[in-house]
């Protein structure tokens, strides 16, 4: 059974850099796409971008000076790093794995609030 | 990038009855590439539907999934009190993964 797990700090001020990690179990690392998706308080999904087992990586537009994803297969865990948080980025940041089939995320974590804020 | 517009904003409906719920993307998408996502409070997400219209073993045949090109439809047959929630389509294209913003099945 594929499980994801979040793990990272609850709070930031404003400008700090965000890491938050992501531990995979009962899945192979490869033929995914290792997906962070973020959430704001009472709004929609908004896709952040992923890693692909093969190192490629790509990003949501409005993110991608602020973001990168990383992978480390030997630990089965995945990490978010965004830089210069500001208030609207507080959100529920989620770790999915999409197929590379029919691009859709079968296996989500249960999500972690990230609050930023002075 | 892709935009997906669902409708209706929300839903108002009663157990028993049928929810249509429609996802329009602002070009076709390709591959058939939509998914649906079922959503309750606290929760993650739940995929539903994949490649528009096939079923997880785990999801129950009231829900339908249909549609190609730029219109798709997720069709709930009889309303179960476990299914008020929100639904979001999501669709995939060159790299990109975007979301609908979600539509909100209440009683």
């Known amino acids: 059974q594929v499980q994801l797990h979040e793990s990272g700090p609850g709070l930031m001020k404003p400008s700090e850099t965000l890491s938050l990690t992501c531990t995979v179990s009962?899945?192979?690392?490869?033929?995914?796409?290792w997906t962070w998706i973020r959430q704001p308080p009472g709004k929609g999904l908004e896709w952040i971008g992923y890693?692909?087992?093969?190192?490629?990586?790509n990003y949501n537009a409005s993110l991608k000076s602020r973001v990168s994803i990383s992978m480390d297969a030997s630990t089965g865990q995945f990490s978010l790093r965004l830089t210069s948080v500001t208030t609207a980025d507080t959100a529920v940041y989620y770790c999915a794995r999409s197929d590379s089939l029919d691009y859709f995320f079968d296996s989500w974590g249960q999500g972690i609030l990230v609050t930023v804020s002075s | 990038d892709i935009v997906l517009t669902q409708s209706p904003g929300t839903l108002s409906l009663s157990p028993g009855d049928r929810a249509t719920l429609s996802c329009r993307a602002s070009q076709s998408v390709g591959g058939s590439y939509l998914a649906w996502y079922q959503q309750k409070p606290g929760q993650a997400p739940r995929l539903l539907i994949y490649?528009?219209?096939s079923r997880p073993i785990d999801i129950p045949d009231r829900f339908r999934g249909s549609g190609s090109g730029t219109d798709f439809t997720l069709t709930i047959k009889r309303l179960e009190p476990e299914d008020f929630a929100v639904y979001y389509c999501q669709q995939y294209d060159n790299s990109v993964w975007t979301f609908g913003q979600g539509t909100k099945v209440e009683i």
């Open positions: 890693y692909y087992h093969s190192g490629n990586t």
């Open positions: 490649a528009t219209s």
């Open positions: 009962g899945s192979s690392i490869s033929n995914y796409y």
